[in-house]
Antibody, heavy 114, light 108 residues
Framework: QDHLVRSGVEVKRPGASVKVSCKVP????????VSWARQAPGQGLEWMGW???YNGNTNYARHLRDRLTLTADMSMELRSLTSDDTAFYFC????????????WGQGTLVIVSS | SYELTQPPSLSVAPGQTANIPCGGH??????VHWYQQRPGQAPVLVVY???DRPSGIPDRFSATNSANTATLTISRVEVGDEADYYC???????????FGPGTKVTVL
């Protein structure tokens, strides 16, 4: 089964920014989108947005649109962090013609704490 | 925005059948996808497009979708099936993707 690679743990202060990379050894996203979702500790999954790396098209969840940037190098940047942003951040592949996510990365834990 | 509902938890004995519902307004008209997330792991797609299974997913996992409820069924439940299960749809009006709140399946 294809597995994306996690990026580890990031600890950030409130108000700071975090950039998380989605690494896929031996895999191309040329004909796919990279989607991002997050999961606060003990909570459910929350879709954040997607990007098609080949042309840079993006689609952001409305409530994150002002703070989130997805880039064609398969990175996710979230700005103006608060404690509510403490979560595991996952990337996942989404085909251009389907609406499901497969496979998923192992996730990066982002902790926002003063 | 479109919303999905799932019961928070469900308990099932080994060898029995677990039926995990996912409710939504006229969800039968949407494609529903299901994910399994074991503790400390990333989600794994177990059913897509209402009823299809990715390669490697055992046929003990099946699903239906009709009217206002989609259902993931796990037959002959095993201890290894203990996990959180999430349904997911695409909201065409907002062009957003929606997850259900998840159901924690405990194998007694």
């Amino acid at each position: 089964q294809d597995h994306l690679v996690r990026s580890g743990v990031e600890v950030k202060r409130p108000g700071a920014s975090v950039k998380v990379s989605c690494k896929v050894p031996g895999h191309t996203f040329a004909n796919s989108a990279v989607s991002w979702a997050r999961q606060a500790p003990g909570q459910g999954l929350e879709w954040m947005g997607w990007i098609t790396p080949y042309n840079g098209n993006t689609n952001y969840a409305r409530h994150l649109r002002d703070r989130l940037t997805l880039t064609a190098d398969m990175s996710m940047e979230l700005r103006s962090l608060t404690s509510d942003d403490t979560a595991f951040y996952f990337c996942a592949r989404k085909s251009l013609t389907n609406s499901y996510f497969d496979p998923w990365g192992q996730g990066t834990l982002v902790i926002v704490s003063s | 925005s479109y919303e999905l509902t799932q019961p928070p938890s469900l308990s099932v004995a080994p060898g029995q059948t677990a039926n995990i519902p996912c409710g939504g307004h006229r969800i039968g008209g949407r494609s529903v996808h299901w994910y399994q997330q074991r503790p400390g792991q990333a989600p794994v797609l177990v059913v897509y497009d209402d009823t299809d299974r990715p390669s490697g997913i055992p046929d003990r996992f099946s699903a239906t979708n009709s009217a206002n409820t989609a259902t993931l069924t796990i037959s002959r439940v095993e201890v290894g099936d203990e996990a959180d299960y999430y349904c997911q749809v695409w909201d065409a009006i907002d062009d957003h993707y929606v997850f259900g709140p998840g159901t924690k399946v405990t194998v007694l």
